[in-house]
């Protein structure tokens, strides 16, 4: 396995869900980390967590940053500290899905949300920081897709438009960068028990944790855990794309609920 000490993995929408955990996995395999989100109090209480449990890391960097702020990422690399600045490792993890409406349904203030987070966002942070990957010859780019990325669904018509987007661009990134030494890897997770499904519902927990109702869903850490896997893969192997599903679901809406 390859050995990512010292590295510096920047990992977006640090501040909770997949992204807290990735950033957990990579404090504890000695990685540098610059954390993103836009909960600055969340990522402070994370950087002195792990900074704690793994006292020999450097310490996390926090960024408070919307990523729907295509000139504050702009701006980004040219302001990390130097220790933070060599960007080797990038987690574009940050998105959300905001409701079910339906394609004819669908309010456009949700849907600019969904397409400038999971889409514009991830691109901008490739544009940020690929340049660098490709100058110094070392680099690894890793996209959080989604199952939703692979098939669409009834009440899904924009969130998995942004993951199918996410999935061409990754497929396209990849021949892009194919003369290069840089990997890039997309992760397609099920159904993960996180805050998606409160931010989904708009806060309503008792209709989120419907979702999740008589199945064991994947949570965080299994997704961190492929997102480590990827990363830590010796450096000719670049995994392209794994789809993870929790074990009593067959598709995105297809599921067993068998308690
Ligand atoms: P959470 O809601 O638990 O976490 C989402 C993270 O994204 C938070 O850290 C949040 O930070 C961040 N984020 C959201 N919007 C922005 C923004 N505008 N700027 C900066 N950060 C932002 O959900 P998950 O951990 O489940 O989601 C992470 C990724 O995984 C998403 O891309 C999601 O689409 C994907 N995914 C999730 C699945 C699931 O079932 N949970 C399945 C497949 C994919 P903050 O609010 O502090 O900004
Ligand atoms: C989140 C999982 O349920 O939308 O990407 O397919 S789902």
Same mark, same amino acid.
């Given at each position: 396995?390859?050995?990512?000490?010292? #590295?510096?993995?920047?990992?977006?929408?640090?501040?909770?869900?997949?992204?807290?955990?990735? =950033?957990?996995?990579?404090?504890? =395999?000695?990685?540098?980390?610059v954390l993103i989100g836009r909960r600055t109090e969340r990522l402070a209480t994370l950087s002195a967590a792990l900074k704690?449990?793994?006292?020999?890391?450097?310490?996390?960097?926090?960024? $408070?940053?919307?990523? #729907?702020?295509?000139?504050?990422?702009?701006?980004?690399?040219? &302001?990390?500290?130097? =220790?933070?600045?060599?960007?080797?490792?990038?987690?574009?993890?940050?998105?959300? +899905?905001?409701?079910?409406?339906? *394609? @004819?349904? /669908?309010?456009?203030?949700?849907? *600019? #949300?969904?397409?400038?987070?999971?889409?514009?966002?991830?691109?901008?942070?490739?544009?940020?920081?690929?340049?660098?990957?490709?100058?110094?010859?070392?680099?690894?780019?890793?996209?959080?897709?989604?199952?939703?990325?692979?098939?669409?669904?009834?009440?899904?018509?924009?969130?998995? @438009?942004?993951?199918?987007?996410?999935? =061409?661009?990754?497929?396209?990134?990849?021949?892009?960068?194919?003369? $290069?030494?840089?990997?890039?890897? +997309?992760?397609?997770?099920?159904?993960?028990?996180?805050?998606?499904?409160?931010?989904?519902?708009?806060?309503? &927990?008792?209709?989120?944790?419907?979702?999740?109702?008589?199945?064991?869903?994947?949570?965080? *850490?299994?997704?961190a855990d492929n997102v480590m896997y990827a990363a830590t893969r010796p450096k000719h192997v670049q995994? @392209?794309?794994?789809?993870?599903?929790?074990? /009593? &679901?067959?598709?995105?809406?297809?599921?067993?609920?068998?308690?």
């Amino acid at each position: 396995t390859l050995d990512i000490s010292g #590295q510096v993995a920047l990992i977006t929408g640090a501040s909770a869900g997949i992204g807290e955990a990735c =950033a957990w996995r990579f404090a504890e =395999a000695g990685a540098v980390l610059v954390l993103i989100g836009r909960r600055t109090e969340r990522l402070a209480t994370l950087s002195a967590a792990l900074k704690e449990a793994y006292p020999s890391i450097v310490e996390p960097h926090c960024v $408070t940053l919307d990523v #729907q702020d295509v000139a504050a990422i702009e701006a980004l690399p040219a &302001q990390l500290p130097p =220790a933070y600045a060599n960007v080797n490792i990038l987690v574009n993890n940050a998105g959300l +899905a905001l409701g079910v409406a339906g *394609a @004819a349904d /669908n309010k456009m203030s949700d849907v *600019a #949300q969904m397409i400038s987070t999971n889409v514009t966002g991830l691109i901008a942070f490739c544009s940020a920081f690929l340049p660098g990957m490709r100058a110094r010859g070392s680099g690894h780019l890793i996209n959080i897709g989604s199952i939703a990325g692979h098939e669409a669904y009834a009440g899904g018509s924009v969130y998995c @438009a942004t993951k199918y987007a996410v999935n =061409a661009f990754t497929m396209a990134a990849r021949h892009d960068l194919v003369g $290069t030494p840089i990997r890039v890897t +997309a992760i397609s997770p099920g159904m993960v028990k996180t805050d998606f499904s409160v931010v989904r519902f708009g806060g309503d &927990q008792a209709t989120a944790d419907k979702v999740y109702e008589d199945i064991e869903p994947l949570v965080a *850490a299994d997704i961190a855990d492929n997102v480590m896997y990827a990363a830590t893969r010796p450096k000719h192997v670049q995994i @392209a794309d794994l789809i993870v599903l929790a074990t /009593n &679901q067959a598709a995105a809406k297809v599921v067993a609920r068998v308690g």
